[in-house]
């Protein structure tokens, strides 16, 4: 089977978690999430997560020295062999040019970086109202994909929490670090001739319909 390898890009909020959950439900893939990774080592008090929780809750990237060896050992794993779908990572041009030369040593190659595209002033509204299970990861949002009850998870009932990084003033920290850090990454796939858009400001469905059209075409393709 031709391999499946993926790039979620966007600003906080944009709504790649919520994709990549549905991404991996319709094509079977990891969805390997940086930013779960690191609160799930914040949780267990490991020393990666300490160091970690000292960049995040301020909205700063965590060094690379920190983060890059977690992740390029995750996709090198068995279950990431037919592909994966990597959310919020790489962040930096130095992250992508160590994913791209991990990925080569594989004899491997990136299929697509998929960028979902969200106003700064919708990213705001949006990370308000989010709510998350805190331990399966599952997103909600209290207004557009809010929970069958109030509060708790659809599948195993758990209280839904807000994120410690979630307030007002740490997103808007985070916008600023993304459009300074990360958006040069739109132009980096761009001239690789990997990159494809979705307006992220219509329906979660709607979003999750074009991205899986694209994807099943490109799938398509790397098997002719
Ligand atoms: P991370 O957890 O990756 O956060 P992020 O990139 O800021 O993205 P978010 O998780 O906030 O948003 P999302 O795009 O996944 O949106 P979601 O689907 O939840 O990173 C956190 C921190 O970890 C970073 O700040 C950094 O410190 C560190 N870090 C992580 N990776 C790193 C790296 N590679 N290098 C260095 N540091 C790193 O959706 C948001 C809300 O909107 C939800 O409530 C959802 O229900 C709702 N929603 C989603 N889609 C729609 C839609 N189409 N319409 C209406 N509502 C929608």
Request: charged share 30%.
């Amino acid at each position: 089977m031709a391999e499946l390898n993926l790039i979620l890009l966007g600003p906080p909020g944009a709504g790649k978690g919520t994709q990549a959950n549905r991404l991996t439900e319709d094509f079977g893939l990891p969805h390997i999430a940086t930013g779960d990774i690191l609160r799930a080592a914040v949780a267990a008090q490991t020393a990666l997560g300490q160091e970690a929780k000292r960049y995040m809750d301020v909205g700063e990237l965590v060094p690379d020295s920190v983060i890059s060896g977690v992740i390029l050992e995750r996709v090198a794993e068995d279950d990431a062999r037919d592909g994966f779908v990597l959310d919020g990572f790489p962040r930096t041009v130095d992250q992508a040019n160590s994913l791209g030369s991990e990925i080569e040593k594989l004899g491997r190659r990136l299929t697509a970086a998929l960028l979902i595209d969200v106003p700064d002033d919708v990213v705001v509204k949006r990370i308000s109202g989010r709510r998350m299970n805190p331990t399966t990861g599952r997103i909600y949002h209290v207004d557009f994909d809010p929970p069958k009850q109030a509060d708790r998870d659809d599948e195993d009932g758990s209280e839904l929490v807000q994120r410690d990084d979630d307030k007002e003033e740490t997103v808007r920290k985070r916008l600023v670090v993304y459009h300074q850090q990360t958006e040069p990454l739109i132009g980096y796939y761009e001239q690789l001739g990997l990159l494809r858009r979705f307006d992220g400001t219509a329906s979660p469905s709607e979003v999750h319909a074009h991205i899986r059209a694209t994807i099943s075409t490109l799938k398509l393709e790397e098997e002719l």
